[in-house]
């Protein structure tokens, strides 16, 4: 017998027993971080930690003068039910979904952004001039799909800055 031979396949067999055992368990492994790369979010933390906490989402000025706009998509709604932004500047769009798969959509343009759990759907958006866009998921997603939608008001340019960061995140405030 090869005790050498032996010992490595001992080894090999306990490391690839242990990749499935930390996804079974569950276990937080930093590499896995790595190599799933930046656009991984856990969907079944999204509110406890991280980019989409409650008071992270909505729209964030941007030093250059775009913004960014953190949303999430759950069976049935998106969080925040209505946005504000800009007209005529960049937007940055973050979402994901803490659940199944959803698809944001803007009427009357051509945007649509497939959401999914696990991964940060981003999109570059612009709206030349002032108005109000429904926003209906347009992915089947279940019993309540048809139902499911939010709003985006775009305002003038000038009048965004002055606006105060819960009044981004809640239309029905102005
Ligand atoms: Cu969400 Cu359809």
Known sequence: MNWRRLRTF?????????????????????????????RHVDPSSLHLAGEFVENNLGTEQDPDGSVTVRMIAQQYLFIPHCILVPAGVPVHLRITSADAVHAVTFNGTDYSVKVLPGTISEA??????????????REFCGAGHYAMRSELKV????????????ERGNCGAQ
Do not use: N, W
């Open 10 to 38: 001992l080894i090999t067999a306990l490391i690839l027993c242990i990749i499935p055992a930390t996804r079974y368990y569950q276990i937080d492994v930093p590499l896995l971080h790595f190599l799933q790369g930046s």
């Open 155 to 166: 305002v003038p340019r000038d009048q965004f800055p002055a606006l105060r960061g819960e």
């Open 124 to 137: 570059k958006l612009q709206f030349p001039s002032p108005g109000e866009y429904k926003m209906p998921c």
